[in-house]
């Protein structure tokens, strides 16, 4: 039942397109069913990656830290629909999280723990070459995103960014007086 739960959730993803059931099947026998409930956290931002984690259902909360003036908030980023995965940019990388993920809703993600993950990059078959091409559109559309904000971001005015800082600080002074 698990195996079905996981291959549905694979064929959700735009990232998997596509892939026919069987090589969807090869794919899942490296992967288990999470499921999540809302705040539950998924991964913290500094812990070593442990895993990858394509959303099956539901949705999840990129949380980074954000300051001013010497004082930190938690803030949400981004919400994570059906579909997307994360998580994969430190384990590739070898390095921390540098986001907190936390569940947004009730759901299931599909989890592919540090082995399942080398073991299928390493693959030389189709299951393989499949998640390899799930996981560079996945880096490739994270890439995008970044480089909108980017233009965004250079494109705002002193009066914008001034504007963000406010409400940035009135976030941060509605956070200590709670």
């Not at 288990?32 to 913290?44: V, Y």
């Amino acid at each position: 039942m698990n195996s079905m739960a996981i291959i549905r959730g694979l064929a959700r993803s735009p990232h998997f397109a596509g892939i026919p059931t069987e090589v969807l099947h090869g794919i899942s026998m490296h992967a288990s069913l999470q499921k999540m409930s809302p705040g539950e956290p998924i991964g913290t931002r500094l812990q070593p990656s442990d895993a990858v984690w394509l959303i099956a259902d539901g949705r999840v909360e990129v949380r980074r830290l954000q300051g001013y003036e010497g004082r930190r908030l938690e803030v949400a980023l981004s919400i994570l629909k059906p579909g997307m995965m994360f998580g994969h940019v430190s384990l590739l990388s070898e390095q921390p999280r540098t986001a907190t993920f936390v569940a947004a809703s009730p759901g299931a993600l599909l989890r592919f723990d540090r082995k399942s993950f080398s073991s299928l990059l390493a693959d030389r078959q189709q299951a393989g070459a499949a998640f390899r091409r799930a996981v560079i559109l996945a880096l490739g559309n994270q890439l995008h995103a970044v480089n909108q904000l980017l233009d965004l971001f250079i494109q705002d005015s002193g009066d914008e960014i001034e504007s963000r800082r406010e409400l940035l600080r009135a976030a941060l002074d509605g956070a200590v007086q709670t």
